[in-house]
């Protein structure tokens, strides 16, 4: 299996892999699409896994802001990430979390948070961010969680999470 950077050849098979793994519904698919073209897109933390020419996974980290009155400080948020059902519970997506936050914490990026399945992502370092200075309304608190990929990065963020105009279809 080969973890890399997404590339336009890639766009086809990353929709489709998107749409199968998610039941045939292409929110996932087009809100990949939108985050593309947007300015919250960093290209090098589009990430795919591609096992005999044919790309199994998928994971993407893009920008956000926390908000605080007058304050915003950029976060990275990751979502989504899917894998072929064929190929799911054969490491493939921890591979690519993996190297997601590698090259989070490589780029500076201090924090990433996510609205997942809270008995998934602990194992890569994501907690809870009830209790934090950290908010996310209308969603349950368990499934808002932050990883602290740069020591300190969590001392000094505060506010709500806002999603960029590309996360709302």
């Known amino acids: 299996m080969i973890i890399r950077t997404e590339g336009l050849q890639d766009y086809e098979a990353v929709y489709a892999l998107h749409d199968?793994?998610?039941?045939?519904?292409?929110?996932?698919?087009?809100?990949?699409?939108?985050?593309?073209?947007?300015?919250?897109?960093?290209?090098?933390?589009s990430i795919v896994a591609e096992q005999?020419?044919?790309?199994?996974?998928?994971?993407?980290?893009?920008?956000?802001?926390?908000?605080?009155?007058?304050?915003?400080?950029?976060?990275?948020?990751?979502?989504?990430?899917?894998?072929?059902?064929?190929?799911?519970k054969?490491?493939?997506?921890?591979?690519?979390?993996?190297?997601?936050?590698?090259?989070?914490r490589a780029m500076g990026y201090g924090l990433v948070l996510l609205i997942g399945h809270p008995a998934y992502?602990?194992?890569?370092?994501?907690?809870?961010?009830?209790?934090?200075?950290?908010?996310?309304?209308?969603v349950p608190a368990e499934i808002f969680m932050v990883n602290e990929l740069i020591e300190g990065a969590l001392s000094r963020a505060k506010g709500e999470l806002i999603y960029p105009p590309a996360f709302f279809g």
């Open 52 to 88: 005999d020419g044919e790309i199994v996974g998928h994971l993407l980290i893009s920008r956000a802001d926390l908000v605080e009155q007058e304050l915003r400080q950029e976060v990275m948020v990751l979502a989504p990430l899917a894998v072929n059902p064929a190929f799911q």
């Open 20 to 45: 199968a793994a998610f039941g045939n519904r292409d929110e996932e698919s087009q809100l990949v699409e939108r985050i593309r073209k947007s300015d919250c897109f960093v290209p090098e933390l």
């Open 90 to 104: 054969q490491g493939i997506g921890s591979a690519l979390m993996q190297e997601g936050l590698s090259r989070c």
């Open 121 to 138: 992502y602990p194992r890569f370092g994501f907690k809870p961010a009830v209790g934090l200075s950290l908010k996310q309304f209308d």
